[in-house]
């Protein structure tokens, strides 16, 4: 079928600031779940970035995500259980886009725009990764790279216990040297 014969929607999603580190990740989960479905993407930007009115799974700020797609109307509810269970949408509110002609929702897109802050996110997040050495949230760690902090982090692990064993060995010395021995006669 062919998107004018399909109803329009407005979709409004709420993602984290963890999951905006990764946003072209984000945007391909979300566009996987309308397409699965038989939707149509017709355009898709991102909305806004606001402290959000009340805490949601821990979070004070949000993404939104203002995206235009065409789906028959059973296929809505599929969609909304995918996004339900998805762990990277927060929040997500469809409704029927009759007050807007398809003209104007082609112009709203900004597929292009979102990709580029995509790459300038996750830039800024491998940035201050490799500057402080912590990880984003959001971001998935390299094994690569814990097994190397792992490597770093150990010779203050073995100081410290060696220190503590020095102590610990000197205790007994001393210890061994005041009692008396069976093995010498006593005097």
Known sequence: ??????????????????EAVDLAGV????????????????????WDERRLAYEI???RRGVYLLAYFSCEGPDIGNIERDLTLSERVMRHM?????HITMDE???LDARDELA??????????AEAASRDGSVPLGRKEDPAEAEQAGDEEQPKAEAGETAADEATSTE???ATEDTPSDDKPAE
């Open 105 to 107: 929702m082609q112009a």
């Open 57 to 59: 799974d821990k979070q």
């Open 94 to 98: 469809f409704i029927r886009a009759d």
């Open 172 to 174: 007994a010395t001393v």
């Open 27 to 46: 945007v391909d989960h979300i566009t996987d779940c309308l397409t699965r479905h038989g939707a149509e993407l017709i355009s898709m930007r991102k």
């Open 1 to 18: 079928m062919s998107t004018s014969t399909k109803p329009a929607y407005e979709a409004m999603f709420l993602i984290s600031q963890g």
């Open 116 to 125: 580029i802050e995509a790459k300038l996110r996750a830039a800024r997040a």
